[in-house]
């Protein structure tokens, strides 16, 4: 994705992010290295400086799980940042491959389809739209009616995001943090390799978020939308993982009973009834 060492950069970017502060290393007057220094996350570590730049420079690539353990422990990394590096290290020991998506199962398709009242969506790892029931699919359609199928590439590259998301940065943040967890565990991944690359050329910030490794995968959060049908709406999601295809998520929008989003959800209903059942996004070849 970023290189042929994504552990090693891992490890460095959460290092320069790492104050000394929060490492419990006492400290004074001015550091030339932002965040932690090699030999200071080495000591924390119980390894050699030698055998941790190793690590950052790609030159070591097999880590145990106790010292990876000990780097997160270092690090200061919560649950799913230390999840994130224990699968970049298996990865580098190249025994994880995974590779593309597959279809949603007919089951999943006919549940969702039931749910009238209740935006949801199916995503891979890439953050792909694989499906949508009518309120999903009505509810993002101003990027899914442009043909784009894919969250990140629509927060970072349509101008429309900026206007559809009131919150902007953070769902850009939120987002982008989603796509490290979900691809963390991928190699020779063409496509997730081709959309880094792009959003890294035609993106600045995209580029500048993407170079902190922050590693947050969608769980449940309130999210705030601009819709151009039906106005404002505050809707939270959950996201939860398809047992048959671990690689897709089902995410599940609810308002609050009794809000104007509710009202407004309603609304958007009365526009989603007009739409095909189920169709897989365009361009989305499963």
Do not use: C
């Amino acid at each position: 994705m970023d290189s042929a060492n994504p552990l090693g950069e891992f490890l460095r970017a959460r290092r320069e992010l790492t104050s000394p502060d929060r490492a419990g290393q006492p400290w004074s007057g001015r550091r030339r290295t932002p965040g932690l220094r090699r030999e200071e996350v080495a000591q924390l570590s119980g390894v050699s400086t030698d055998y941790y730049a190793r690590l950052e420079q790609g030159r070591e690539k097999h880590p145990s799980a106790q010292v990876v353990h000990a780097l997160a422990r270092a690090l200061g990394l919560d649950t799913e940042e230390t999840a994130h590096l224990h699968q970049l290290a298996r990865t580098a020991r190249g025994t994880v491959r995974r590779g593309g998506g597959v279809s949603v199962g007919p089951s999943l398709l006919r549940l969702m389809d039931g749910w009238h009242h209740t935006p949801a969506l199916i995503l891979d790892h890439r953050l792909d739209v694989l499906a949508g029931n009518r309120l999903g699919r009505a509810l993002f359609a101003g990027m899914l009616d442009q043909g784009e199928t894919n969250l990140v590439r629509f927060t970072f590259l349509n101008p429309d995001a900026r206007n559809f998301y009131p919150d902007w940065d953070r769902v850009a943040k939120s987002g982008l943090a989603a796509l490290r967890a979900g691809g963390g565990d991928l190699v020779n991944d063409r496509r997730l390799t081709e959309l880094v690359g792009e959003l890294s050329l035609k993106s600045p910030e995209f580029r500048a978020l993407w170079a902190r490794h922050d590693v947050r995968g969608k769980a449940h959060e309130a999210k705030a939308f601009h819709h151009h049908q039906v106005g404002e709406l505050t809707l939270a999601y959950d996201s939860f993982t398809v047992d048959s295809a671990p690689d897709q998520q089902l995410i599940v929008y609810q308002a609050e009973p009794g809000s104007a989003s509710q009202q407004a959800l309603a609304l958007l209903g009365t526009v989603a009834a007009d739409l095909p059942i189920l169709p897989t996004p365009a361009g989305y070849v499963t």
